[in-house]
């Protein structure tokens, strides 16, 4: 199973943008990256997925090196209510075969 | 309304006393799973079914039980609850077989075990 690591927690102001970096230095060859936000006493939500390279959505834009041993989720001009857990899973796009690990995830408290 | 539901949403309950926390979804979705959660330690998957009377443990799933009868439901079962089993609950599904990875979250169960 590929492990991912997060720092513990971010601070940021309102307005700034937000990079978000998971490291996942045994990624598979067919494991896709997967970004989720969960405020308190809520499930996680999904924001983002990829595989490499860049993709980018409504929400937020997902950074994929070459190399994919890291990811990096960048949410643009916070605001308060982006304060949030966000998680960095790494594994196969809809693996019914292996347990999808969460990991700890990213504390982020934005401050006005 | 596209959803996964969980009841109960929060329980007392006793060391020993058998309960089921039930989960349910109308998304058609073949792949269920539950999770807890506790302070520090993140989600972590207790088992997980890729389909009908398929399932498979996660991480942590001593002291849990599952079924899945039928697709739509996928019921948690603490035959003997322990005071180490406090924790939020967290019931997920998504599609297996199409394109998107996307797991959908139930509103969480609180349990705690005295």
């Known amino acids: 199973l590929a492990k991912t690591t997060q720092p513990i927690s971010m601070d940021s102001y309102e307005g700034q943008e937000v990079n978000i970096t998971c490291s996942h230095n045994?990624?598979?060859?067919?494991?896709?990256i997967t970004w989720y936000q969960q405020f308190p006493s809520q499930g996680p939500r999904f924001i983002i997925q990829g595989y490499k390279t860049k993709v980018t959505n409504e929400v937020a834009s997902l950074f994929i090196p070459a190399d994919r041993k890291s990811s990096t989720l960048s949410l643009p001009r916070v605001s308060l209510s982006d304060t949030a857990v966000y998680y960095c899973l790494v594994g196969l796009r809809n693996s019914g075969n292996t347990p999808l690990v969460f990991g700890k995830g990213t504390r982020l408290s934005v401050i006005a | 309304e596209a959803q996964v539901t969980q009841n109960p949403r929060y329980l007392i309950t006793v060391t020993g006393k058998k309960l089921t926390v039930t989960c349910s979804q109308n998304?058609?979705?073949?792949?269920m799973s539950w999770y807890r959660q506790d302070p520090g330690l993140g989600l972590r998957q207790i088992y997980y079914s890729m389909n009908v009377e398929v399932t498979d443990k996660g991480d942590v799933p001593e002291g849990y039980k599952v079924s899945r009868k039928e697709k739509r439901n996928f019921p948690l079962i603490l035959e003997s609850p322990s005071p180490n089993q406090t924790s939020l609950y967290f019931c997920?599904?998504?599609?297996?077989?199409?394109?998107?990875?996307?797991?959908?979250f139930g509103e969480g169960s609180r349990l705690t075990v005295l």
């Open positions: 997920a599904s998504s599609f297996y077989s199409l394109a998107s990875g996307e797991l959908f």
């Open positions: 045994n990624i598979a060859t067919n494991d896709y």
């Open positions: 998304m058609n979705h073949e792949y």
